[in-house]
């Protein structure tokens, strides 16, 4: 027996090293050259060499159309836009400090409860919007109001969202302010919790890559900020994207402090732009205070990624010159001169003003006369939305389940007889229950 077991150990391993000849390179080149795991097209080397930079240059360049004055740089190609659309653009622009403006000071009179501007980012936000179709996708972050005004939501929909009153379609009063939504606008839900959406992003546009009716049409575009790069999410989703594939945008906006860290602070590499390569991404970093270069740029990151079938990183360069939110004092981390240096040196609105200028599209009695017009809308819709009221208390438990659960009902009944016990007769109340619709008797 043990012979035999011997003999057969012997023949096992005569037929095993075969095995590793017949399967061995031919030749020298081939060993020296073969397929190497995770990176067949690597060429081989015998410098060691270690590497720090994803381009011959030490940094990233940033792409630029017009300078802080609003002149053409030579050299620059100016895309193909008419008169029209081009004011269109910048009317926009100008929309979002109005409306910042009185929503701002709607939550310092305690009228909202939250709010967050786009003041130093309006170029960024309405300059790739206006390079998408109306039905390609958008998951946005937190200062993306911008795409909204570009794709006719309506200031009365901007406010009934911020106010959470009864014209709120989107959220119904359940969101936080400027966490907007629009199915009809292809703009999904914004949601609190950072960088949520980008893996979601990577989902939606592999369902676009799926669907016969959609493919070659359209792409998603992913906003979020430098800081949000910093989660893990940002990760996840990029390397989703990278690997399903799917017409894709990912759009970061880096205004240079995050909720409150300065970029140094965050990362010690080139940008967010130098990891576009590592996921095999097409990467470009623009300047996110021109309009005209963002527009551009995510006008051919479109078509890279529908043609493609595949995501593209784009890094717009800006800077905050708001407060991050209603909840931050951002002189407590950064220089108020600093921030007043920044609206002269690069004013967004100012560069395409002074080219709409030089086109003969633009003159000082337009400036006033929109401004002023656009100044008395969003107040004719704030006086509008802050005398709604609240939907009706009903919707506190719908929308979530299609039939109710017995926790759901139970808490509804209970609901329902408290109202009617201190509803009437307790003063704190019977003045809450009255700023909704239906005062609670819908329940």
């Known amino acids: 027996m043990r012979r035999t077991t011997l003999r057969v150990a012997r023949n096992a391993s005569k037929s095993l090293r075969a095995s590793y000849q017949t399967s061995a390179p031919q030749n020298l080149t081939q060993s020296r050259h073969g397929n190497l795991p995770g990176s067949s097209q690597s060429p081989i080397t015998t410098k060691l060499h270690f590497f ?125 302010p400027v966490h907007f939504g629009s199915t009809e606008l292809h703009f999904h839900t914004i949601s609190s919790p950072l960088a949520t959406q980008i893996p979601q992003a990577a989902g939606v546009a592999y369902a676009i890559k799926r669907d016969p009716n959609r493919r070659g049409k359209n792409c998603a575009i992913c906003y979020f900020g430098e800081g949000a790069a910093s989660e893990g999410d940002f990760h996840a989703g990029l390397g989703m994207a990278s690997v399903l594939g799917g017409p894709m945008i990912f759009f970061c906006r880096n205004n240079g402090f995050a909720i409150s860290t300065p970029s140094a602070e965050q990362y010690a590499g080139d940008g967010i732009a130098a990891r576009g390569p590592g996921y095999g991404m097409d990467t470009i970093r623009v300047d996110g205070n021109d309009a005209l270069a963002v527009y551009a740029a995510v006008k051919e990151a479109r078509r890279r990624a529908i043609e493609g079938n595949k995501a593209v990183l784009v890094e717009a360069m ?15 981390y950064r220089a108020k001169q600093e ?62 389940y299609d039939k109710l659960p017995w926790n759901l009902i139970e808490q509804k009944e209970e609901l329902k007889r408290l109202l009617a016990k201190y509803g009437d007769d307790w003063e704190p109340w019977r003045n809450e229950r009255e700023k909704f619709k239906d005062s609670g008797r819908g329940l």
């Open 318 to 332: 800006s800077y905050r010159v708001g407060h991050h939110s209603t909840s931050d004092d951002s002189f407590a």
């Open 52 to 176: 720090n930079s994803v381009l011959e240059e030490t940094r990233i360049p940033t792409f630029r159309v017009l300078d802080s004055g609003g002149k053409v740089i030579e050299g620059a190609q100016v895309p193909e836009l008419d008169r029209d659309f081009t004011r269109r653009i910048y009317e926009t622009m100008l929309m979002l400090p109005s409306l910042d403006n009185v929503l701002y000071n709607s939550q310092r009179q305690g009228k909202i409860s939250f709010y967050m501007t786009s003041y130093g980012e309006e170029a960024s936000v309405v300059g790739s919007a206006a390079a998408l179709e109306p039905e390609d996708e958008v998951l946005g972050q937190y200062r993306e109001m911008g795409v909204l005004v570009w794709r006719g939501f309506g200031l009365d929909n901007l406010m009934a969202q911020c106010f959470g009153n009864e014209l709120d379609t989107a959220t119904k009063g359940r969101q936080m």
């Open 339 to 400: 921030v007043e240096d920044w609206k002269k040196i690069d004013n967004p609105h100012h560069r395409l003003r002074k080219f709409l200028e030089s086109k003969g599209w633009w003159t000082a009695e337009d400036e006033d006369a929109v401004r002023a017009q656009q100044k008395k809308a969003v107040f004719a819709a704030f006086q509008k939305a802050e005398k709604l009221k609240k939907p009706p208390l009903d919707n506190l438990f719908n929308d979530v």
